[in-house]
């Protein structure tokens, strides 16, 4: 099986964002308010037929949110954003989960929203880089997640059928995209994350990353 990951929030825990936005606007909410805010951004987008640069989105959206809090972002406190974004950790039970996967001999990739560099990057600084067999960018086909494109060029680099991968992710809407393009879905529960309502459920549901590893190899 060929184990498609998105990164940010799945693999990458954005909590470690809090402090920063939180001196930034004085709420130990804007994190949240400014990441939901970076993907309402990239699902309008996508739903009306255009791309958009992650990285310009998720800056700009940091601007807005500060905006919003009476605080106008400086070129430096928005370098301090992105160099944030580039320096997440990894959740405590990645690693376990793709270590399981590797050892039943699945091939565990990353597919992002995120530019390539921003990604390699992302996941060399949070000590996964070797963990994965490929990483994989919507920029490197000028549409973003969850329309088609940036699934099915995964598929087509490895020459394999949409059911031949699973798209393991904490997000609704990256597992509704992944369906509708034809590949098994696995959802990370992580607290706060649900099934999109009125939506067919993933084809595995676990809240942590060696549950949903477990659910993958014994089927």
């Known amino acids: 099986m060929l184990c498609v990951f998105d990164v940010n929030e799945t693999l990458l825990d954005l909590t470690a964002l809090d402090p920063l936005f939180t001196q930034l606007t004085g709420d130990p909410a804007a994190?949240?308010?400014?990441?939901t805010l970076a993907i309402h951004t990239v699902l309008t987008v996508t739903a009306a037929g255009q791309y958009r640069d992650?990285?310009?989105?998720?800056?700009?959206?940091?601007?807005?949110?500060?905006?919003?809090h009476g605080h106008e972002l400086t070129d430096a406190e928005l370098g301090k954003v992105g160099d944030?974004?580039?320096s997440l950790p990894a959740h405590a039970d990645v690693v376990p989960g793709l270590d399981r996967l590797r050892q039943a001999g699945h091939q565990v990739v990353a597919l992002t929203n995120s530019p390539l560099a921003t990604a390699e990057a992302q996941l060399q600084n949070a000590g996964l880089a070797t963990k994965f067999d490929r990483i994989f960018s919507a920029q490197q086909v000028s549409r973003l997640k969850p329309a088609p494109e940036p699934y099915h060029q995964v598929l087509r680099a490895f020459g394999v059928e949409p059911g031949q991968a699973v798209m393991i992710a904490a997000h609704g809407w990256d597992i509704a995209g992944a369906q509708a393009a034809g590949l098994r879905t696995a959802l990370l529960a992580r607290p706060g994350v649900h099934p999109l309502?009125?939506?067919p459920a993933a084809t595995y549901t676990a809240a942590t990353m060696p549950e949903l590893a477990d659910a993958i190899v014994r089927n």
């Open 31 to 35: 994190r949240q308010e400014w990441f």
């Open 54 to 68: 992650f990285a310009q989105i998720a800056g700009e959206a940091a601007v807005a949110v500060c905006t919003r």
């Open 84 to 86: 944030g974004l580039r």
């Open 197 to 199: 309502p009125g939506l």
